[in-house]
């Protein structure tokens, strides 16, 4: 609610409400075998327990939506280069005349996470703590709205410790992007799995059916892999930047 109450300050509020999931599609997370099978247990979230609505109604005048970076960001880039910023990305490089630049600038925030270059290139220090092992993301196309109808939520952890797993996926998170039809597969491989394997596509589609549980069709879009680390700078800032 307040990056809402951010972005109702300078006009944004709406447009990203407009294309944002909202309340109805976030009142849960839950525990289960399958998105089709037993349900393990589930809570209440983003405020919708209607023990603490009223807190969460008091405290903003927004209310909190999901809206995926994907969306978001065009949404931002777009603001700022009608309001009198130069938006340019990590690689300054022109792919037509293969030209590079170089920009001198009076500030520079860099709000890249634990991997930024501009944190490496001013060394500052970073409190590295044990990192949680790999994870890969499978963005998949299902339509899964019978499955969800009477158990609604934007986050369904899948625990199948009946069934024999592959290495890459053990256990898994199904995290809606676009209700009910676009879901992000968050797939979480054994400790001592290879980090460099290579599921096949097939392979990757069957765990995805695995985890819904009934025979809906299923479309993989895109496949990535990350690592679940916690990093922290112990210092923000260092001069102008």
């Known amino acids: 609610m307040a990056a809402i109450e951010c972005l109702r300050d300078i006009g944004l509020e709406q447009e990203v409400r407009a294309v944002a999931s909202h309340g109805h599609a976030m009142i849960h997370t839950r525990w289960c075998h399958s998105m089709a099978g037993e349900e393990y247990a589930r809570l209440y979230s983003w405020g919708n327990d209607p023990r603490r609505k009223g807190d969460y109604e008091l405290a903003s005048p927004c209310e909190p939506v999901d809206i995926p970076q994907t969306l978001l960001e065009p949404i931002l880039?777009?603001?700022?280069?009608?309001?009198?910023?130069?938006?340019?990305?990590?690689?300054?490089?022109?792919?037509?005349s293969k030209l590079e630049f170089k920009i001198r600038t009076r500030y520079l925030f860099g709000a890249d996470g634990?991997?930024?270059?501009?944190?490496?290139?001013?060394?500052?220090?970073?409190?590295?703590?044990?990192?949680?092992?790999?994870?890969?993301n499978v963005l998949v196309?299902?339509?899964?709205?019978?499955?969800?109808?009477?158990?609604?939520?934007?986050?369904?952890?899948?625990?199948?410790?009946d069934r024999e797993h592959p290495e890459f996926g053990w256990m898994g998170l199904v995290r809606m992007v676009k209700?009910?039809?676009e879901w992000m597969f968050i797939l979480l491989p054994n400790?001592?799995?290879?980090?460099?394997?290579?599921?096949?596509?097939?392979?990757?589609?069957?765990?995805?059916?695995?985890?819904?549980g009934d025979d809906t069709p299923a479309e993989i879009l895109n496949v990535s892999k990350?690592?679940?680390?916690?990093t922290v700078a112990e210092q923000y800032s260092k001069g102008n930047m």
């Open 141 to 161: 196309k299902a339509d899964l709205s019978h499955l969800v109808d009477s158990r609604k939520g934007n986050l369904h952890w899948v625990m199948q410790p």
């Open 226 to 230: 990350w690592f679940i680390n916690e």
């Open 77 to 96: 880039i777009r603001y700022a280069t009608t309001h009198g910023f130069k938006a340019r990305f990590t690689v300054l490089r022109d792919d037509i």
């Open 191 to 212: 400790r001592d799995a290879d980090v460099g394997m290579k599921p096949a596509s097939h392979e990757y589609l069957k765990r995805v059916k695995d985890f819904i």
């Open 179 to 181: 209700p009910w039809h």
């Open 114 to 136: 634990a991997q930024s270059c501009v944190v490496k290139q001013l060394n500052l220090p970073l409190d590295h703590k044990p990192g949680q092992g790999l994870a890969i």
